[in-house]
C-alpha cells in the first residue's frame, strides 16, 4: 500500500520530540482528569455549533469496517424534554424498586442517585446517542455493521472528551431499557440507543461525590 495506491492517500503524520509527546501527554491528562459527571445543571442555552462541532469530532472516532454506525440526536425541544423525562422515570422506578439487586444499589449509594431525574428538563440539551445496530441501504435494505458496540463506545468517548475541552458538563445517563428513546425520538428501527448525555453548565453550588480515581500502578500491568 502506497500513497500511489488507487483509494490511498498520504498520511499526514505529525512526528514529535519525547519531550514534546510527554508535555502534551501531561497537559491532556491534567484536563480530562477535571472532568467529573454531573448531575445539576443550569438551563443556560448551549450554542448549537459547539455541539456541532463536537458531535463532528466524535464522527472521527475509528469503527469496524469504517461504517461510522453512529447517530447523535440533539435535543433541545422542551416538550422531548418532558417526555424523555417522564419515560426515563418510569423506568428508573422499576430499577430502583426491586430490577436492580441490593448489591447494585448498594454501589450507588455513594453517588447519591435515585428515580428523580429532574436534569433532563432542566440541561439545555440532551445528545442521545445512537448505535446503528445494521445499516439501511437503497429500499430499506439492511446491510452489516461491525462491532459497533465497540465502534460508538469509542464515539461516545470522543463525544464527551470534546464537550469537556469545549467547556460543557456532561452526565452519561443510561436510563436501561432505552428502547422509549427510539419511539419518543421517531427514530429507525436499526438505531438503538446507547448512551442520553444531558449537556450543559454546571449550577454553582454543583457538587460531586468525593471519587478517587484508581492510581496508575493499580490500572497498567506491564509484561
Ligand atoms: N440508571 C440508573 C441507575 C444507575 C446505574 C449505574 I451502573 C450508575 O453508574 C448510575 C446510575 C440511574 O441513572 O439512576
Known amino acids: 500500500m502506497s500513497a500511489s495506491t488507487p483509494g490511498f492517500v498520504p498520511l499526514e503524520f505529525q512526528r514529535l520530540s519525547s519531550d514534546e509527546m510527554l508535555a502534551r501527554a501531561e497537559r491532556f491528562d491534567a484536563q480530562i482528569q477535571r ?15 459547539v455541539l456541532d462541532a463536537c458531535i463532528r469530532s466524535a464522527g472521527s472516532a475509528p469503527s469496524g469496517a469504517h461504517k461510522q454506525p453512529w447517530t447523535f440526536v440533539i435535543v433541545t425541544d422542551p416538550e422531548v424534554k418532558s417526555k424523555i423525562r417522564e419515560a426515563a422515570e418510569e423506568e428508573e422506578r422499576e430499577n430502583y424498586s426491586g430490577r436492580m439487586n441490593p448489591e447494585w444499589i448498594g454501589a450507588l449509594e455513594p453517588l447519591g442517585t435515585d428515580d428523580e431525574k429532574p436534569f433532563l428538563e432542566i440541561a439545555p440539551a440532551l445528545i442521545v446517542v445512537m448505535r446503528q445496530a445494521w445499516g439501511l441501504g437503497e429500499n430499506g435494505r439492511r446491510r452489516q455493521h461491525y462491532y459497533t458496540q465497540e465502534s460508538v463506545g469509542i464515539a461516545s468517548g470522543f ?54 480515581r484508581k492510581p496508575l500502578d493499580e490500572i497498567r500491568v506491564r509484561v
Open 35 to 49: 472532568r467529573r459527571t454531573v448531575r445539576h445543571f443550569t438551563d443556560e442555552p448551549v450554542p448549537m455549533e
Open 159 to 212: 463525544l464527551l472528551t470534546a464537550l469537556h475541552l469545549a467547556g460543557l458538563a456532561t452526565l452519561t445517563h443510561t436510563p436501561s431499557p432505552m428502547g422509549f428513546l427510539t419511539r419518543i425520538l421517531g427514530r429507525p428501527q436499526n438505531e438503538k440507543p446507547f448512551l442520553l448525555i444531558p449537556v450543559g453548565y454546571a449550577t454553582e453550588d454543583c457538587a460531586v461525590p468525593d471519587l478517587a
